[in-house]
């Protein structure tokens, strides 16, 4: 078993990732790419708009659901079965969307394929772990964040191009072919590389991390548009985190849990945890903001929004290998100090943009904050799994993979909710000095008031964004406590761990 597991480390299975990678990537892919075309869904089957945003929330809340089981389904199945599977249902659910007649069936299949989609991130990653010495890391996960980081950066803009062109149905009809053809290799090509054990699922702890969990996503998520004081906002936040706790506690009770948050005793994952958490919170100002910023109140339209984003992303998934390999030589703190420095002097610049801030500006700033990003988020959390041993990979993964989730949809409502309450009292302030002065003013009533809302919610902007550079100083001072890790002890038990072997691909 030693042997079969010092192979896989001298010769990574470069066909068997690269199947992983597609899969992955077009799963991702389809979390941002339905945004857009939402309108035209809402004109075709006449539906409203809190309706619609359940393609989103739902899908979101599957993915919530599904991500803290991925550590039991990675242990106790073969990672070809379990790919197949995932990306069965990823398959099937696009099928279903592209032809989907109704509104229900839409929303279904969507639904059937964030069941998929769910597992294929933490399955690629493990692979990785545990396909690479921890000396690779760093490169291996850098081709990963490419993945991770690209593929719903450029979904608004791809989304945006076909809808002007095509209908919203295209985005399916795009994606189908493509999830079909890495089927079929997968079905031929695919071997297994993680280790299985005989555990069992504890069913109750399911049902906690499922209402845990979801119980938070949803709360958080529905928070912008339906405020704080809504019963069913802070009714499921509340019983989310108390189902949270109890599954926290259970998990820590048991021998074979079925997330292990045990692995948090390990300094460097429990801070790598800690600055990705906080680092979510402050990536989702831009990508919220600027497009409210630039589409209402500047009045461009949403593929000019896609596209000023376009470059930002590009740079994001070139840098992301480069940054693996720097990653390697000099570990991660130097870069995320770097890369932390940078965001939080553009996240300070976009909160003194203004009414004609040149579109060239935001570009560039957008850029330039996504340099930055590309710098810390996968050396960060790469340094923090390579103190795990690699039996633990697998909740380390999951952990990380759900801990971003959560805290994306808790940074987005908490964003969300500062620049509306900026925005209101602004607003207030705006109108009131207007009516102090309206004999003086030659405006209609209209036009004031919008004149007064957009600069209420220019505002608003600019004090989120300013609120986003101070919650990213947080993630720079954690930065600094960074130490360099080298492979645990128990790594070099792992084949005792191990229950099944089986052979890899060789390319």
Do not use: C
Request: hydrophobic share 50%.
């Amino acid at each position: 078993m030693a042997k079969d597991f010092n192979s896989v480390q001298k010769r990574p299975p470069y066909g068997m990732i690269s199947i992983l990678f597609i899969g992955a990537f077009v799963a991702i892919l389809n979390e941002t790419l339905l945004n857009i075309a939402l309108p035209a869904i809402m004109e075709e089957f006449d539906v409203n708009a809190t309706a619609v945003q359940w393609l989103s929330t739902g899908y979101m809340l599957i993915n919530g659901i599904l991500i803290p089981t991925s550590a039991f389904f990675i242990q106790r199945f073969s990672d070809k079965k379990l790919f197949l599977t995932a990306m069965s249902l990823f398959t099937l659910g696009t099928f279903l969307a592209s032809i989907a007649p109704a509104f229900g069936v839409l929303l279904g299949a969507r639904m059937i394929q964030a069941s998929g989609s769910a597992i294929m991130m933490p399955l690629l990653m493990n692979v990785m772990l545990t396909a690479f010495p921890v000396e690779k890391r760093g490169s291996a996960m850098g081709m990963f964040g490419l993945v991770m980081i690209t593929a719903p950066a450029i979904g608004p803009t791809l989304s945006g191009w076909l809808i002007e062109h095509y209908s919203w149905r295209m985005l399916f009809d795009l994606v189908l072919p493509i999830a079909l053809l890495t089927l079929v290799f997968a079905a031929f090509k695919l071997k297994d590389v993680t280790p299985q054990r005989a555990i069992k699922l504890d069913i109750f702890s399911l049902v906690l991390s499922s209402i845990g969990f979801g119980g938070l996503l949803y709360g958080f998520s529905s928070a912008g548009e339906k405020g704080w004081d809504s019963p069913i906002v802070y009714g499921t936040i509340v019983i989310g985190s108390l189902a949270l706790i109890t599954f926290i506690l259970r998990q820590l009770r048991m021998d074979d849990p079925m997330l292990e948050f045990r692995i948090y005793k390990y300094p460097m994952f429990a801070l790598s945890s800690a600055i990705s958490i906080v680092i979510s919170v402050a990536m989702f100002s831009a990508m919220i903001l600027l497009p409210i910023y630039v589409q209402t109140i500047r009045g461009i339209s949403p593929m000019e929004s896609g596209l000023l984003m376009l470059p930002g992303a590009i740079i994001m998934g070139i840098m992301s290998p480069i940054t693996g390999k720097l990653f390697d030589k000099y570990g991660a703190r130097i870069l995320a100090v770097i890369g932390l420095i940078i965001t939080v002097v553009t996240s300070f610049y976009f909160s003194k943009i203004g009414m004609n801030t040149p579109y060239s500006t935001l570009v560039l700033l957008y850029t330039l904050r996504m340099f930055g990003m590309s710098m810390v988020m996968m050396p960060v959390m790469t340094n923090g799994l390579n103190q795990l041993p690699a039996q633990n990979n697998p909740h380390g993964t999951a952990l990380n993979n759900t801990l971003q989730q959560v805290s994306g949809a808790i940074g987005s409502a908490l964003l969300i909710t500062v620049m509306n309450n900026q925005t209101k009292r602004k607003a207030e302030e705006l109108a009131s000095d207007a009516m102090a002065n309206i004999g003086e003013s030659a405006a209609t009533t209209s036009e004031l008031q919008q004149q007064i809302m957009n600069e209420a919610m220019l505002h608003g902007i600019n004090y989120t964004f300013f609120i986003s550079s101070l919650i990213a100083v947080l993630a720079l001072i954690l930065a600094f406590f960074i130490k360099r890790v080298k492979p645990n002890q128990e790594d070099k038990t792992d084949e005792e761990v191990a229950v099944k072997q089986l052979d890899v691909v060789k390319d």
